[in-house]
Every structure is written in C-alpha cells, then in structure tokens.
C-alpha cells in the first residue's frame, strides 16, 4: 500500500523491480569496485572480440560483393568496342584506350574474386545478405576447370558381352593400268622441241550448179584427188589443199567459161567500221585521202542509205586493209576538228544479195 493507503496493483511492482535490476547492473558496470559483487551477471552491452571480428568480416565480404557488381556492371558497358572492331575501327586510338582500360577493370574484378575466395564464407548464421552465392559459383567454376578424368567409373565388360576381335585381312593391292595408253602418242621428251604446223585453211572455190558439173568436178578430181566437195546454199564448194592448186582450179574454170564465185580467207578480209557525226554532205574522196594520210589502207567507202526514204545517213562505211596499223583506227576523235564516233560495223542478220547476178548469200 502507498501513504495514502491505496493498493499497488502487481505489474507495478513487477515494473519496479525491473528498474531496480538494470539501474543495479548499470551501477557495477559503471563502478570497478561493485563488478566482482556482480560478476555472475552477464551485461548485454558488452561485445566479445570474436563477435566484432565476425562483423568486420561480413561487412568486407559486403563491401567486396559491391565492388565485384559494380566492376562488371562498367565492363559490360564496354560495348562500343565490338561496334569499332565490327566498322574496321579496331586500330584507331580511342579503340586502344578503350581495351587498354577494359582489361585493366577484368585485373582488379580478378583481384577482388580472388580476395572473396580468401576470405570464405559469411560466419554469421543468420546472415541475410546471402555471401555464399557468388562465392559458390566462383568455386563451381574453378572446380569444373580442374577436374581431370579418372578411371572411377569404369567398368569391366563381361566376355560373353565384349565385342569379338576380329581379325585383319590384308587387301590385295590393286593394279592401276591406263587401257587407252596404245592410243595416245605423246612424246613428252620432243613435246617442247617438235611445234605443230598449223594448218591453213584455203579460200573456198563456190561453183555455179549446171547441167554438166558432175563432169567438171571428174575433172578437178582427177587432176587434184586431195580437193573436197560440198554443197553449200545452192553452191558447190571445192576445197584445195594449196594455194598453187587453188589457182590451178580456178583457170580452169575460167578456160571452160564456168560461173563461180571466190571465197575470201579471214586474213585477207578488211575490217568493216562506221564513222558517225559526220556532215551528210561529206566528200567520200575527200575522207579516204584523210585516212590515208594517217596511214590507213583504205579498200572501200560507202555511205549508208536509207533506201524507204531515198536520203543518206551522217554514218560512212570504212573497209580497211589488215595491216600492222589496222586497228588504230579505233582510236580516232576528231576529224576535220569534228568529233566522231568510230564503232565496228554490224551486220544485219539477213541473206546478202548480190546485185550483179540477183542470187543469195554472196556479193559481187
């Protein structure tokens, strides 16, 4: 009961005596001489050197875990790199710099994982900030590097199982033979020395078909045996062998009054240009002389007429000679201090028609 006679309910005297105790334990904390009366009293406040050592501990492994994520957040930001590589920039300075300082930050982020692996794991039991998860990748990691195999899983095959050794037949060797070796005539001894002749090809002989003509080709026959006969286009084309025989057969038919009609060899054909932008009124005499002052062999010229129309083209039709020159005449810009235009001449893809005879595929 208090002075004034009332009752003290019990929880305030329970709250009493629990102020008594620590306002007690808070005096023999704070006075040297009352701790031995209370040294079987554990005080809250004060901390082991293990404990605090513990701390300290996790709050590097913090500290260090930061540091790793924030290192390999800025190395993954390295992306500007592989664009550079990818443009052909990977020599340039700033590219360099780049490398330079992106393998700088995999040392130190492999310096941290190596002082996170020296450390360990968190001591704290109920530590919630979970250490040991990078810590037991790295470890997964290296440990799948370092193993080796091993016989531990092997396992003894029964002999009714086992594979039967067979044994190995020796192939007889097969011989190699070229069967056509009879048919090719190769010296490769003389090859480099021997040079082929080659063949020239004569001028075609193209004679009218008549009524008698089986007895003049008797005749060229017996004469010439060597000579070939074919008709082509309504022609019959005798083939010789040597330009002397050519000539032979073709007196021959001059003394017998035969109509034929000369073929010309590729070499002795003249090449065909056409000359554009040139005055319709141009002189054709006047042209040759100026070509053949550039030392050009002039064979022909002929202006190009449009036959519907009855009027001339601006385009001259040049034949020149196959000399050592020929072809310069490609080269050709300017004449009478006009510009023009050289091209090959191309041939309509009809029949030609001679107009002296008024027959096909031949020209007088």
Not at 32 to 48: G, L, M, N, R, W
Request: charged share 30%.
């Amino acid at each position: 009961m208090n002075k004034e006679g009332s009752k003290v309910s019990p929880s305030t005297s329970a709250e009493r005596n629990d102020n008594w105790y620590y306002r007690s334990d808070s005096i023999s904390l704070s006075r040297p001489e009352s701790a031995s009366s209370h040294s079987s009293i554990t005080p809250y406040e004060v901390k082991s050197p293990t404990n605090t050592a513990t701390k300290i501990k996790c709050i590097e492994i913090s500290r260090t875990e930061r540091e790793i994520s924030r290192k390999r957040e800025v190395i993954q930001s390295f992306d500007e790199i592989e664009v550079m590589h990818s443009d052909g920039l990977g020599n340039t300075p700033q590219c360099i710099q780049e490398m330079i300082k992106k393998r700088q930050l995999e040392e130190e982020l492999e310096t941290l994982e190596d002082r996170l692996l020296t450390i360990g794991i968190c001591p704290l039991m109920d530590c919630q900030k979970l250490h040991t998860a990078l810590i037991n990748t790295m470890d997964t990691d290296k440990q799948v590097r370092s193993i080796s195999p091993t016989d531990d899983d092997f396992k003894t095959v029964p002999a009714r199982k086992a594979a039967k050794i067979m044994k190995s037949t020796e192939l007889p060797e097969i011989s190699i033979s070229n069967k056509f070796k009879d048919l090719m005539e190769i010296d490769t001894d003389n090859n480099n020395s021997k040079t082929e002749e080659t063949k020239i090809q004569m001028p075609a002989i193209n004679l009218k078909i008549d009524a008698n003509y089986n007895l003049t080709l008797q005749e060229i026959n017996r004469l010439y045996p060597d000579t070939q006969n074919k008709l082509v286009k309504g022609f019959i084309s005798i083939q010789a062998t040597s330009n002397d025989h050519r000539n032979s057969i073709i007196e021959y038919l001059k003394n017998n009054n035969k109509e034929f009609v000369l073929s010309e060899a590729y070499a002795d054909r003249p090449l065909k240009v056409v000359i554009k932008d040139l005055p319709v009124e141009q002189n054709k005499e006047e042209l040759k002389q100026i070509l053949e002052e550039l030392n050009f062999k002039i064979v022909r010229i002929s202006q190009l007429k449009n036959y519907r129309l009855k009027t001339y083209h601006p385009i001259f039709l040049i034949e020149v000679a196959k000399t050592n020159n020929h072809l310069n005449i490609y080269n050709l810009k300017t004449i009478k201090h006009l510009q023009v235009k050289v091209e090959t001449y191309r041939k309509k893809n009809r029949a030609i028609i001679c107009y002296k005879c008024n027959r096909f595929f031949h020209t007088a």
